[in-house]
Structure formats: structure tokens, C-alpha cells
């Protein structure tokens, strides 16, 4: 294991300039932990989806080999079923990264919001991801990392949006907590992404206070190839 496996899963002070300070100072100082510049095994959950699809081109264009998965890919995973997200890393060895942008919540007025509605959100956007977390944490190569997928309305929720605002909030929260406990330098973090652009267009509405998909794109990248850990990127600070 590298000597500097304890410092590198240390959390850091948030923001840009500390993430890239960081890896420049640690690919330096060991060489043994995979960073920005070097090549890693990415496994993309979520990999056809407007965040996944430009998440899949940042990394396969910065030189990293990228498995994409989902429920129809080829590499085929439902988060909803842990013993699919097992199987998953069973059959997939030497991943160095693990990134999920798949998950989803019910949505509409607090007072029509059903059972189902909460179930789902739970099931799916929450103790989804929070099982890909707490599988892969085991699974991928030390000194690697695990990036979720939260959004905006953790924090600035809107009417209709309490089921996704609740279960984006939770998992900020599990991945603050998570952070604290993984071992062999891995590293887990969560992704906040603003209004997506092309989600906007295709529900024709303004897309002009969006993010491009490839913008949001960018907290992945420097998720995945930085040294931050048991952090909240907003995707918003990375363009
Ligand atoms: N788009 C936005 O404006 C926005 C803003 C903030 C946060 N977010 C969050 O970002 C994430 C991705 O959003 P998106 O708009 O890119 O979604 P999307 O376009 O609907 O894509 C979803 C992706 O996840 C896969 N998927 C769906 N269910 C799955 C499951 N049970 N297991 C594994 N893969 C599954 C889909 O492929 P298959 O059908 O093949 O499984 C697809 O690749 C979501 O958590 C969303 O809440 C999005």
C-alpha cells in the first residue's frame, strides 16, 4: 500500500485550486496513487444519459479507459438490485474509478406525492447510489474513487421538488459521513449538478440558466482525477 495512502484520503479543504494544488503535490511526492494526467479503468453507471454521455466523453477524451454501464448497455448494471452492482465489480477487475449518474425521484406537490413516489425515491436515487457506494468501496483498486450524483435541490429546492430534494440531501449527507471510513486511499465524493441545458430544451423550458452537459461534465473529471473525499462538488464551480 503507498505511504501516503492516510494523507491522500484526508479530506481537504474544498474548491478548484486545492484539488488540482493536491494532485500535482502527491503525484510528485509518491507516484503510487493514480492522478490527474495518468491512465485509470472508469466504470460510468448511468453512461446513455445526458450527464453520463458527456461524462463517458470527458474521460475517454483526457485518455482514461471507460466501461459504460446501465441498465441497457453493455456492460449491464441496475442500481436498483445490489446483486447486479455486485456482479458487476465481480466481473470487472481493476477498476480505479467508479462514477453513477443514473437516479430519480418522484416529483409534483407535496400533498400528491404517494407511498410509491417516496418508495421509488428512496429505492432508486438514494439507497441506489448509496449501494454502489457501498459495494464498490471493497472493489476498486486503492487509492481509487467513487463519484455520485446528487443536484441542486439538496440545497435550493422548489415546490414539487421535495421527494428529489430529500433524497439528494440524504445522499450529500451519507457521502459527508462515508468520506470519514473508507480505507486503502479510496476516496468517495458526490457531484451536484445545476439545471442541465439539454434537460431543460427538452422539456421546453429556458435553457439559458442551465449548465451544458459537458460543463457539468468537468466536477466528474476532477472528482475522479483530484483527492478530494467526502466532498460536495457543485458542478456550477468547475467551468
Ligand atoms: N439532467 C439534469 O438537469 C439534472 C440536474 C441535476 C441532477 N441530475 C441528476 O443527474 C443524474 C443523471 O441525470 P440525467 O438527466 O443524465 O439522466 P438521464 O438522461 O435520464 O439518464 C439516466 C441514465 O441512467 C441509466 N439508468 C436509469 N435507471 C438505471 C438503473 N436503475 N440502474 C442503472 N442505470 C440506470 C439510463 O440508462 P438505462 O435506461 O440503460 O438504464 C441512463 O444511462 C440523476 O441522478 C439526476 O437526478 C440531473
Given at each position: ?45 448511468g ?43 465481480d ?29 421509488l ?62 480505507t ?19 422539456m ?31 458542478a456550477?464551480?468547475?467551468?
Amino acid at each position: 500500500m503507498p505511504t501516503s495512502v492516510a494523507a491522500v484520503a484526508a479530506p481537504i479543504a474544498y474548491g478548484v485550486e486545492d484539488i488540482y494544488f493536491s494532485v500535482v503535490h502527491v503525484s510528485v511526492s509518491t507516484g503510487a496513487i493514480k492522478g490527474q494526467g495518468e491512465h485509470m479503468k472508469v466504470v460510468v453507471i448511468g453512461a446513455t444519459g445526458t450527464i453520463g454521455k458527456a461524462v463517458v466523453d470527458a474521460l475517454a477524451k483526457r485518455g482514461h479507459e471507460v466501461l459504460s454501464a446501465s441498465r441497457k448497455s453493455a456492460v449491464r448494471v441496475d442500481i436498483e438490485d445490489t446483486v447486479t452492482v455486485s456482479a458487476l465489480f465481480d466481473g470487472t477487475k481493476n477498476v480505479d474509478a467508479v462514477v453513477c449518474c443514473a437516479g430519480g425521484a418522484g416529483w409534483g406537490p407535496l400533498g400528491n406525492l404517494t407511498d410509491d413516489d417516496f418508495a421509488l425515491s428512496l429505492r432508486y436515487k438514494l439507497m441506489g447510489q448509496v449501494n454502489v457506494i457501498r459495494v464498490a468501496m471493497g472493489k476498486v483498486n486503492a487509492g481509487g474513487s467513487i463519484t455520485v450524483t446528487s443536484g441542486v435541490l439538496a440545497t435550493q429546492p422548489m415546490p414539487g421538488s421535495a421527494a428529489v430534494s430529500l433524497v439528494n440531501a440524504g445522499l450529500e449527507g451519507f457521502v459527508r459521513a462515508a468520506g470519514l471510513e473508507m480505507t486503502r486511499g479510496v476516496r468517495v465524493n458526490v457531484v451536484s449538478p445545476p439545471w442541465v441545458k439539454e434537460t431543460l430544451r427538452s422539456m421546453k423550458m429556458d435553457e439559458s440558466k442551465g449548465l451544458a452537459a459537458s460543463d457539468v461534465a468537468k466536477a466528474y473529471v476532477a472528482a475522479v482525477e483530484g483527492q478530494s473525499n467526502g466532498k460536495v462538488l457543485e458542478a456550477a464551480r468547475f467551468v
